[in-house]
Nanobody, 122 residues
Framework: QLQACGGGLVQAGGSLRLPCAASGRSFSSYAVGWFRQAPGKEHEFVAGVSWDGHNTYYSDSVKGRFTISRDNAKNTVWLQMDSLKPEDTAVYYC?????????????????WGQGTLVTVSS
């Protein structure tokens, strides 16, 4: 089970930190990604982190503004979002896959959290 939270309403230029907590099993050997879905659009890859936290990947739209990190001892992955823009408004999902390396394709992930809504006002 994955549970993402921390979403909310924030003004443009603001920050939010989204935790993704795993329960029921250890995800320490799994890569974890964050995806988002805006109304009327498909899932979009945002950021991913390898099983050991040593490799991270970002979409061009968030590179330099978002940071993904993990603490395997706490079974938790975080997405730090800074300099938020109105176009970042979406439901954000964390997802894990049965592999240690990041994938940017949503269908390659086996476990999904329920999503948390982030709204950025202009």
């Amino acid at each position: 089970q994955l549970q993402a939270c921390g979403g909310g309403l924030v003004q443009a230029g603001g920050s939010l930190r989204l935790p993704c907590a795993a329960s029921g099993r250890s995800f320490s050997s799994y890569a974890v990604g964050w995806f988002r879905q805006a109304p009327g659009k498909e899932h979009e890859f945002v950021a991913g982190v390898s099983w050991d936290g040593h490799n991270t990947y970002y979409s061009d739209s968030v590179k330099g503004r978002f940071t993904i990190s993990r603490d395997n001892a706490k079974n938790t992955v975080w997405l730090q979002m800074d300099s938020l823009k109105p176009e970042d408004t979406a439901v954000y999902y964390c997802a894990a896959r049965n592999e240690g390396w990041v994938a940017i394709i949503a269908n390659l992930h086996n476990y999904w959290g329920q999503g948390t809504l982030v709204t950025v006002s202009s």
